[in-house]
């Protein structure tokens, strides 16, 4: 049995914690609902963007219009080398926020070996960062601090030079893969196919409804302009959506932190007043037997 001095040390230390924990939670909510607004404000222009693209895809691919020819269109059944873009954030305390970003990574990794595929690497956090070099994998470019605090130039700056491999045909295709916001108390792991853009399968009955047309003299400069944007948004939401889930993870984790130390504290707070009972209880015991005794 412990000492009542022990106990209340340690009552003592797990309130301490209790009180960062959710000071904690109190930031990391008061975050979240910045960063939330805004990754909700950008999936509406991300969504519709990747709505065109998806359906000039279509167009060109299953009915060779507009005499357009694209590699960013063109599906390479075997490709040879796969650039891999991940993003995780640059702090902990957030629950199982990055690990499952680098498991996705390495599944994927793992997936392409055995097709003999070659991948490279992309990494944006500390975290993913941290583990891969632990794991002597090798990182072939590495952003820190920009998961923490997102911005339109510093996506352009991440997508430019794995988008010039993909044109100069270093590379054959491009994957994001990022943990985004679902609600509040929930993330959502997004594995996207960022290039060559390719349309869901449920494409086709949507784009038969459309009117878009597609002529080559006009529509070249247009789509290389829609193209850059695509990448660089796409890389941008993928930033600020990964940062909304990363503040809903820490709020989360924060939350369960403070609610065991509540825990931990009626347990040892039971426990000092089981101890301090039973040191009472053997005192009155001691001086009942001094008295006897002294008879």
């Known amino acids: 049995m412990s000492s009542l001095k022990e106990i209340k040390r340690k009552i003592k230390s797990v309130e301490n914690t209790k009180k960062t924990t959710r000071a904690m939670k109190l930031v990391s909510t008061a975050k979240l609902n910045r960063a ?61 926020f990055n690990i499952q970003t680098i498991k996705a990574v390495s599944n994927l990794m793992q997936e392409y070996k055995s097709k003999k595929i070659k991948v490279r690497l992309r990494g944006v956090g500390k975290k993913g960062l941290a583990y891969f070099k632990f794991k002597d994998i090798e990182l072939h470019s590495e952003y820190v601090g920009v998961s923490s605090s997102p911005s339109y130039e510093k996506a352009s700056e991440i997508i430019k030079d794995a988008i010039d491999d993909f044109i100069k045909g270093v590379t054959d295709k491009i994957i994001l893969v990022h943990n985004g916001y679902l609600n509040m108390i929930s993330q959502e792991l997004k594995i996207v196919d960022l290039v060559p853009v390719n349309p869901p399968e449920y494409f086709e009955e949507e784009s038969s409804k459309s009117m878009m047309e597609l002529e ?80």
Request: glycine fraction near 4%.
């Open 216 to 295: 080559p003299e006009e529509d070249e400069t247009i789509l290389e302009s829609l193209m850059k944007k695509y990448f660089e948004y796409n890389m941008y939401y993928a930033l600020i959506d990964s940062l909304a889930a990363e503040h809903s993870a820490r709020m989360q984790a924060m939350e369960n932190a403070t609610n065991n130390a509540t825990e931990r504290v009626e347990m040892l707070t039971l426990a000092y007043n089981k101890a301090r009972q039973e040191s009472i209880t053997t005192e009155l015991i001691e001086i009942i037997s001094g008295v006897e005794s002294m008879k």
């Open 36 to 96: 939330k607004i805004a990754a909700q404000q950008s999936r509406v222009y991300a969504d519709k963007i990747n709505e065109v693209l998806s359906e000039i895809a279509f167009k060109i691919n299953q009915y060779k219009v507009g005499g357009i020819e694209s590699r960013f269109f063109d599906e390479i059944s075997s490709p040879k080398k796969v650039d891999i873009i991940f993003v995780t954030a640059d702090k902990g305390l957030c629950g199982g």
